[in-house]
């Protein structure tokens, strides 16, 4: 059983996103990292980049202090945002906090969103991201779990001849995947968690994570590989 | 496998999750079902992701709780409150007398909060009162003084002769108000120390139907 991956440890070049690294040197507010992410495709001028209407009236409403309008923020996105937050911090009884935290900053700067830039779900998931990062920080995450530094390794052999790596994964069921899932790094539990449980493009991923487009595909594809040796570990291999 | 195939191929694998997730744009998806129609490692690939895909959107859920939203309007008001350079607001001032309260007192505080708290909102949520919550922090514009003073919001259907005769059971006077939300600040003719008289006061206005809200003020 499994299918075999060749992987090449081709590229040893560092990759450090932008916001953890500025978050870490405290020059990035929550909300710059859409604004200094040089890789995502510009908007063109009158896009909204797929805010629906209701939202974008909402938000506007949250920038003249309209609290009902707010409210009807908050239930749509806590849940979601408490959600994501939930599944990198691992710790449910901090989670109300940072959720306000991020909804905190969404009713400050409402009127500083720009439909142009970036949906109103990314805007709102990358202050999460980066709250998320600062709690870990707070919580005394270890150092190496939380630096985005990682190799840019290439996964399709090149001529090179670096050597391969080899990956076996077979068919794993729902619940051992779910429990692998656990002991994914947050970087890499973050990038499966917005492609899957928020159904996000790459493209707004990058503007999440503050990661260029190629990060984030290379990142998917370092979660896959640390799952399947967690998986591999857990079944006794 | 040709260089061109092989360099497809790198492309469409490093896409899989974004194919299996539907968040590829018409060009992409054309490209990778080219692919992927002749490539079984790519298949093969594809259906490990949608295995990855179901078990994400099958992990652990968070919803907020009433006290997360109440501790939410309350970190609204002190953001609002600092932003216009006002006193804390009433949910914090509760808050930060539990703070400083000796430790034996506290949960003999706790219970009386929560009563305040329980009375705040029947009168709070009433039809039509929502709004007055944002109210508590309003900026008190007027010279201070050492009579004891009052929040107080009528009713909408309150008339003028009404309004005076509700004043005039308090012995009240008005010093401010309506602010932008209905607010008015009414002084009342004893000191703000008069704990007793003030609480006899506020009674005396919540058993007004035609007051919707009286608290004092901070
Ligand atoms: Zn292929």
């Known amino acids: ?237 | 496998m040709t260089a061109e195939r092989s360099r497809q191929h790198e492309l469409v694998f490093r896409s899989l999750p974004f194919y299996a997730n539907g968040t590829l744009n018409p060009q992409e998806t054309g490209q990778l079902e080219a692919h992927l129609a002749g490539c079984l490692s790519c298949q093969a690939e594809l259906v490990r992701w949608r295995d990855l895909a179901a078990a994400a959107r099958s992990g652990p859920e968070w919803s907020p709780s009433p006290a997360d939203w109440a501790a939410m309007e309350s970190r609204i008001d002190r953001a609002d409150g600092r932003a216009r350079d006002t006193p804390i607001g009433f949910r914090e001032t509760i808050r930060s007398w539990f703070a400083i309260a000796p430790a034996p007192m506290r949960w003999a505080f706790a219970a009386q909060a929560a009563l305040v708290v329980v009375l705040a909102g029947a009168l709070l949520f009433r039809p039509g009162g929502a709004r007055i919550y944002e109210t508590l922090s309003t900026p008190e514009k007027v010279a201070p003084s050492d009579r004891a003073r009052l929040h107080v919001v009528f009713a909408e259907d309150a008339t003028e002769r009404e309004i005076r005769a509700a004043l005039q059971d308090l012995k009240a006077v008005i010093v401010y108000g309506p602010s932008p939300t209905g607010v008015y600040t009414v002084e009342l003719p004893f000191a703000a120390s008069a704990r007793e008289q003030l609480d006899q006061a506020i009674a005396r206005a919540k058993a007004n139907v035609k007051i919707r809200f009286a608290a004092p003020p901070g």
């Not at chain 1, 749509?76 to 109300?96: H, I, T």
């Not at chain 1, 052999?157 to 076996?168: C, K, L, M, V």
């Not at chain 1, 779910?178 to 990038?191: I, K, M, Q, T, Y």
Request: proline letters at 5%.
């Open chain 1, 1 to 237: 059983m499994g299918v075999v991956i060749a992987i090449t440890r081709a590229d040893t070049r560092m990759v450090v996103c932008p916001p953890l690294r500025m978050v870490r040197e405290g020059i990035l507010e929550d909300l710059k990292p859409h604004a200094v992410e040089p890789f995502a495709e510009p908007a063109s001028a009158n896009e909204t980049r797929g805010t629906p209407d209701d939202e974008l009236a909402l938000i506007r409403a949250t920038a003249k202090g309209d609290r009902a309008a707010f409210k009807t923020l908050y239930d749509r996105y806590a849940p979601r945002l408490g959600r994501y937050l939930l599944r990198l911090l691992k710790r449910r009884e901090v989670v109300g906090e940072v959720v306000n935290d991020v909804m905190l900053v969404a009713w400050q700067s409402a009127a500083r969103y720009e439909p142009r830039a970036s949906r109103l779900s990314s805007w709102l998931f990358g202050i999460a991201h980066n709250k998320a990062l600062k709690a870990m920080e707070r919580m005394g995450a270890r150092k190496e779990d939380l630096l985005d530094e990682e190799a840019t390794e290439d996964f399709a052999s090149r001529d090179d001849g670096a050597t391969p790596e080899q990956t076996a994964i077979g068919h794993q069921t729902g619940a051992a995947l779910l429990s692998a899932l656990e002991g994914l790094s947050p970087n890499h539990r973050a990038v499966i968690e917005l492609a899957f449980a928020e159904d996000c493009s790459y493209q707004e991923i990058a503007e999440i994570t503050g990661c260029p487009l190629n990060t984030v595909k290379t990142r998917m594809f370092h979660a896959r590989k640390q799952l399947a040796r967690l998986l591999a570990e857990r079944s006794g291999r």
